[in-house]
């Protein structure tokens, strides 16, 4: 056996050297980080939740009405028809549907460390846990007290919020 020198590790006790850890640390599955890669992938190339025009913009712009209030939209809105169908955009496990006041019902998506939240929504055929592959029907989307009909939409990388717009296919 070979001596081994003041200060060195002996070669059983060496770490492994492994390939760096795809995509996230989260500790994602296989899968999971296959999914996050292929997401990334699929910038400008999602198809639309919904049939409709974006009605409210990303991010932060002064209220329309209210001098000097400022509002911060988390996603885009996009309207649409009353009880119109809403679609996932990529395959993917429902990680949650709650109800939240001013929202209706709201539905979450889980793409590896990506995720879409589908919000506004007159009904929900979805659960928690659930895959879905990209197109599938998730649920309704709602009107508001004025008859208008629009879903909001976000994209998050783990907390970091992304402009949908630049995930969705150009029309």
């Known amino acids: 056996e070979k001596a081994i020198a003041a200060g060195e590790t002996p070669p059983a006790e060496k770490p492994v050297e492994k390939a760096p850890e795809p995509v996230s640390s989260g500790g994602m599955t296989e899968e999971e980080v ?22 409210d913009h990303f991010g932060r712009k002064e209220h ?17 028809s009353n009880g119109e169908a809403v679609r996932a955009v990529y395959d993917g496990v429902v990680l949650d549907v709650t109800d939240m006041p001013g929202m209706n019902s709201v539905v979450a998506i889980q793409h590896g460390d990506y995720m879409t939240v589908y919000a506004k929504l007159q ?17 309704t989307v709602a ?23 630049q995930w969705l296919m150009r029309r």
């Not at 890669?37 to 974006?54: E, N, T």
């Not at 629009?150 to 402009?163: D, E």
């Open 64 to 80: 329309p009405v209210l001098r000097g209030v400022i509002v911060d939209n988390l996603g885009i809105d996009i309207q649409t």
């Open 143 to 165: 009107a508001d007290s004025e008859g208008t009909s629009s879903l909001q939409f976000q994209v998050w990388k783990n907390t970091t919020r992304l402009n949908p717009e």
């Open 34 to 55: 296959s999914l996050a890669s292929s997401f990334k992938a699929s910038q400008a190339r999602l198809p639309w939740p919904v049939r409709g025009f974006v009605s």
């Open 123 to 139: 009904s929900v055929s979805v659960r928690p846990g659930q895959k879905v592959k990209a197109r599938d029907n998730i649920g």
